[in-house]
């Protein structure tokens, strides 16, 4: 589960809730990114999740229902790989693009990971393995939660989130231009949940090049790293 927002008014801001069951993560601050990581049993702790000092912010929802077609396939790029490589500068949103622009993108066997990415310049890239990818130039607002923008009704699962969607669907299209750092964490907050967990909320200043979160929906206890500040010091 989770939901990415990203709102482009008088800023760039970007939101996100990871809600997980089970499954062992940290926050991991640096100049290099603020990195929220999972701990795999094979691999270690991956960052998968979060923000870095150019400004692109990486989102992966799980896709609602499973999708077989983006099982991997010989040939595929593996989202959660291209995920990566952007959080750690390895590649542009750009370059990312024109990947799934020319190859099949896929996932891991039995898990649809979606990408929900974004740059600097609040330009966004939705990308559903096996279905495909949405790019939008600085759009006023975007939202993905845990069913695919392709789905167009064709399937039904309890978690695919369109609720949260629509919640947070009616508060941006009702935000005024000076939506900032504390209406995305509002945002946040009506979405959040507590079945299925949400353990990290996180919000980014691109214009400031601040992130900002807060841990198991503990909303008065909110922390901040400055990428801005880092350098300088």
């Known amino acids: 589960m989770c939901t990415s927002i990203v709102v482009n008014k008088g800023k ?8 997980l069951l089970g499954m062992e993560h940290r926050v991991r601050t640096s100049k290099e990114g603020v990195f929220i990581e999972v701990n795999d049993q094979k691999e270690g702790w991956l960052p998968l999740f979060g923000a870095n000092p150019r400004g692109d912010f990486v989102g992966m929802p799980t896709c609602w229902p499973y999708d077989e077609r983006s099982d991997p396939k010989d040939g595929g790029e593996n989202i959660i790989l291209l995920d990566i490589d952007l959080l750690m500068r390895k590649k542009t949103l750009q370059d990312i693009r024109q990947i ?26 939705h990308i559903v393995p096996g ?17 695919s923008p392709f789905n167009n009704d064709g399937g039904k699962h309890p978690w695919m989130g369109r609720d ?28 959040s949940q507590e079945e299925l967990l949400t353990v990290i909320s996180m919000v980014y200043n691109v214009s400031e090049r601040t992130v900002y979160w807060c841990e198991n929906r503990e909303w008065n206890n909110i922390r901040s790293y400055s990428f801005l500040k880092a350098v300088q010091g």
């Open 12 to 19: 760039t801001i970007v939101g996100w809730n990871l809600d």
């Open 100 to 125: 799934a622009d020319e190859r099949s993108m896929c996932s891991i066997p039995g898990v649809t990971f979606m990408a929900a990415l974004s740059d600097a310049e609040g330009n966004v890239l």
């Open 131 to 147: 279905q495909g990818h949405i790019y939008y130039e600085s759009p006023e607002y975007k939202i993905l939660t845990n069913f």
């Open 164 to 191: 949260r969607y629509e919640k947070a669907d009616s508060m941006l299209k009702n935000a005024s231009n000076d939506f900032d750092v504390g209406d995305c964490f509002s945002v946040l907050r009506a979405v």
